[in-house]
């Protein structure tokens, strides 16, 4: 077993490794009702009641985030998820898509519904040409 483990440790590793990130992004979201969102459908919901969430640390904020949205970094999104009203949808966003489907995640589980996360993060949303302010 120790030769084994050591000639293949290094994939079972990454196995563990791709296998927990698909989780983290794609199936606990799934499970937790969390849809996917990206800029063509938000561009569509945009003129609706909702509540827009950026969960990236203050130094990505203030290099550039979205004009409606609330900064609630993902370290801090369950001591402040009372901040967040709960008869509207949530839209959650993050530089990837990665925070944010962590962020959107436990939300679901808190009851929060509809959850959307933003697929491709700022990146995305900028790319879309959707309005970004800088600054604090």
Known sequence: MSEWMQANGVYLF?????????WQRLLAPMLSGVKGLD??????MRSTDHVLIDVRSASEWASGHATKAL????????TRMREIPGNKPVVVVCASGNRSAMA?????????SPVF????GMGA???AGLPVKSGR
């Open 14 to 22: 990454m196995a563990l490794l791709v296998g927990w990130m698909l």
């Open 39 to 44: 800029a063509a459908e938000y561009m569509k």
């Open 71 to 78: 900064h609630i970094p993902l370290g801090e999104i369950s």
């Open 104 to 112: 959107a995640t436990a939300l679901a589980k808190n009851g929060f």
């Open 117 to 120: 996360n933003f697929s491709g």
């Open 125 to 127: 949303w900028r790319s």
